[in-house]
């Protein structure tokens, strides 16, 4: 079936670096947009960057530009969240979805999450 | 960027009745919002998108309407596994997505 199964959370102190993977199965990852969305704790969601099929595009919520890179290794079925100068206002839940249809826009699939805690 | 409002924040309602959740964008976003429902511990699933369309796998009772700037998610007859936190977002100024704020579907 259809899962995406995040990994690399864990506790970093402020201006640290953390990167996450995702890793999908149950479809052609190669072919869809995928996201990154996270939820602080007790709040909602907040999009976080998204990447085109075939990698060549890259958007950032303004929140984290300059400080994460979205990339993917289609080969290997695996989307990356790399974290850099974090924040204690990084502290999330972080999902990584599976883009809907062809502009990706919405997302149709859902992992578990990975938990990121920034604190000294 | 579009700002999302949600109301209410909290609806309380028995199993059977019918909800009525808002959803309003701080300008047009034409029909380019979806809905997403999630449960305690678990992550978001999405519901309806492009305003009315239902996503797979998802039952009938529940349903999307709307267009610019106001939008309605209505489920028909509350079952149990409804209640949630209810989320709508918008992809109309792509690709700075933003979600509304959530409003929590409580058992009454």
């Known amino acids: 079936q259809v899962q995406l199964v995040e990994s690399g959370g864990g506790v970093v102190q402020p201006g640290g670096s953390l990167r996450l993977s995702c890793a999908a199965s149950g479809f052609t990852f190669s072919s869809y947009g995928m996201h990154w969305v996270r939820q602080a704790p007790g709040k909602g969601l907040e999009w976080v960057a998204f990447?085109?099929?075939?990698?060549?595009?890259?958007y950032y919520a303004d929140s984290v530009k300059g400080r994460f890179t979205i990339s993917r290794d289609n080969s290997k079925n695996t989307l990356y969240l790399q974290m850099n100068s974090l924040r204690a206002e990084d502290t999330a839940v972080y999902y990584c979805?599976?883009?809907?249809?062809?502009?990706?826009?919405?997302?149709?699939?859902w992992g578990k999450g990975t938990t990121v805690t920034v604190s000294s | 960027e579009i700002v999302l409002t949600q109301s209410p924040a909290t609806l309380s309602l028995s199993p059977g009745e019918r909800a009525t959740l808002s959803c309003r964008a701080s300008?047009?976003?034409?029909?380019?919002l979806a809905w997403y429902q999630q449960k305690p511990g678990q992550a978001p699933r999405l519901l309806i998108y492009?305003?009315?369309n239902r996503a797979t796998g998802i039952p009938a009772r529940f349903s999307g309407s709307g267009s610019g700037t106001d939008f309605t998610l209505t489920i028909s007859s509350l079952e149990p596994e409804d209640f949630a936190v209810y989320y709508c977002q918008q992809r109309s100024n792509w690709p700075r997505y933003t979600f509304g704020q959530g409003t929590k579907l409580e058992i009454k």
């Open positions: 990447i085109r099929y075939d990698g060549s595009n890259k």
């Open positions: 492009d305003a009315s």
């Open positions: 300008q047009s976003v034409s029909s380019y």
């Open positions: 979805a599976k883009g809907l249809g062809p502009r990706g826009a919405y997302m149709d699939v």
